[in-house]
């Protein structure tokens, strides 16, 4: 099979950068699909949370309506409807908020901030689910390693919605980094209209993983601060090598 982790993920920067943005989380996704078809073989895509408006206090399912409001959303959603049109097997997971302790990440921006700054202005008016990347894989490698969960694969492409347990805004998501790693820095909310960004961002995406859970019956999905610690003590394990 083939996993597709590649994105162009650069939510404010997309809005100017559409070509590419398009090629990679578009383009590049059908290319994929018709390999994938043509092998016969199953793709697993990530997604995201941005293909939803995210204007609405409710769940998303993965039958819901999409109405991304960037041009990442738009170019991501894209991507979803070449596999579902390229007639491939496979899995689209569409996921929220990802961090680890490696690559470029809100988690790893805040302990850089929260060392250089007394105080920062976080938005507190946006709400999801922060998503630890190793969970997500571990959610896949699982996928892959049961003849149930493989032959649904092999047999038809589904969507399905994953992330962490729990829900939190990004103002509580920076605080809860800064006091599992007792650093000194105030976090003060700030309203998303407050904040310059080119990108217009959803208020409330959160996600509904029934679908999954029931795919993946044993699959235990930690809550967003579990997580978080063990993220946080990989980094620092990173650090000491």
Not at 73 to 86: D, F, H, P, V, Y
Not at 112 to 128: F, M, W, Y
Request: hydrophobic content about 35%.
């Amino acid at each position: 099979g083939i996993i597709n982790c590649a994105a162009y993920t650069s939510v404010d920067k997309a809005e100017s950068d559409i070509e590419l943005a398009d090629q990679i989380n578009h383009l590049a996704v059908a290319q994929l699909a018709e390999v994938a078809k043509n092998q016969d073989i199953p793709l697993i895509h990530i997604s995201t949370d941005y293909v939803f408006h995210g204007q609405e206090f409710k769940s998303y399912k993965e039958t819901d309506k999409t109405d991304p409001q960037n041009i990442y959303g738009l170019t991501k959603l894209k991507g979803e409807q070449s596999l579902i049109s390229s007639g491939c097997t496979g899995a689209i997971i569409r996921t929220s908020w990802l961090y680890s302790e490696y690559g470029k990440n809100f988690v790893k921006t805040m302990l850089d901030l929260g060392k250089e700054h007394d105080s920062i202005r976080v938005v507190s008016d946006q709400v999801g689910s922060p998503t630890y990347a190793t969970n997500l894989a571990n959610a896949i490698i699982t996928m892959l390693n049961k003849n149930q969960t493989i032959k649904i694969l092999n047999s038809q492409l589904n969507i399905y919605h994953f992330s962490d347990e729990g829900i939190c805004t990004w103002y509580d998501f920076a605080k809860a980094i800064f006091k599992i790693c007792d650093i000194n820095c105030e976090v003060n909310p700030i309203a998303t209209k407050d904040y310059p960004s080119q990108a217009k961002r959803p208020n409330y995406n959160v996600m509904n993983k029934s679908k999954i859970k029931q795919y993946l019956p044993d699959f235990v999905i930690p809550h967003w601060r579990e997580s978080l610690i063990n993220c946080l003590s990989e980094i620092e394990n990173i650090k000491t090598l």
